[in-house]
């Protein structure tokens, strides 16, 4: 059974970078899939943040694009998000995800989220 | 990238069948058929229900379906039950590897 875990500080001050790890268990990230991050501020729908393959192929929110970064230790079987410059609008739950793929007129796409850490609520204040 | 637009509410009654509707652009919705839907109960990590636009993962209800027509995605849920009461979101491969997803939807269970 595929689980994922989110780690980080629940607390980050403005205009500081968030710092999030995913660890992954039952299944191991060099095997395939890309990995990805969505988060949901309170009372909010969810938002794609961006994924990232084994090989560190990297697809990101353009709305995000400049502030994020999402990198893979396969050895330690983790892929971890980087916010910067975060405002109080970053408040939210941040959960990472296993990234199904489909294919398109012959080409792989990625298409869903099937696995979903629990999430971990990060608030930026002062 | 704008969010897939759905109604913020529906409702109904147990026993009957409600359709969610999710509204994209001939960039997303309409280009692709890569249309998921997910349920999210409060204080929850949402749940895949269907991908592909139609396609059940295991252990998905039959209850629990999908199809499009141009840019509007919809899920159906039929034999509506208490335990389906949750927020459902809609997400749509949008080009250039990009995701973008549904505003969400509060389904109430009468």
């Known amino acids: 059974q595929v689980q994922l875990q989110e780690s980080g500080p629940g607390l980050v001050k403005p205009s500081e970078t968030l710092s999030l790890t995913c660890t992954v268990s039952g299944y191991s990230i060099s095997s395939g899939y890309y990995w990805g991050w969505i988060r949901q501020p309170p009372g909010k729908g969810l938002e794609w943040i961006g994924s990232i393959y084994h090989s560190g192929s990297t697809y990101y929110n353009p709305s995000l694009k400049s502030r994020v970064t999402i990198s893979v230790d396969t050895s330690k079987n983790q892929f971890s998000l980087k916010l910067s410059s975060v405002t109080a609008a970053d408040t939210a739950v941040y959960y990472c995800a296993r990234v199904g793929s489909s294919m398109v007129r012959g080409v792989i796409r990625t298409s869903y989220f099937d696995y979903w850490g629990q999430g971990t609520l990060v608030t930026v204040s002062s | 990238q704008s969010a897939l637009t759905q109604p913020a509410s529906v409702s109904g009654s147990p026993g009957q069948s409600i359709t969610i509707s999710c509204t994209g652009t001939?960039?997303?919705?309409?280009?692709?058929?890569?249309v998921s839907w997910y349920q999210q109960h409060p204080g929850k990590a949402p749940k895949l229900m269907i991908y592909?636009?139609?396609k059940r993962p295991s252990g998905v209800s039959n209850r629990f379906s999908g199809s499009k027509s141009g840019n509007t995605a919809s899920l159906t849920i039929s034999g509506l039950q208490a335990e389906d009461e949750a927020d459902y979101y809609c997400c749509s491969y949008a080009g250039s590897d990009t995701l973008v997803f549904g505003g969400g939807t509060k389904l109430t269970v009468l």
């Open positions: 001939s960039s997303d919705v309409g280009s692709y058929n890569l």
């Open positions: 592909e636009g139609s």
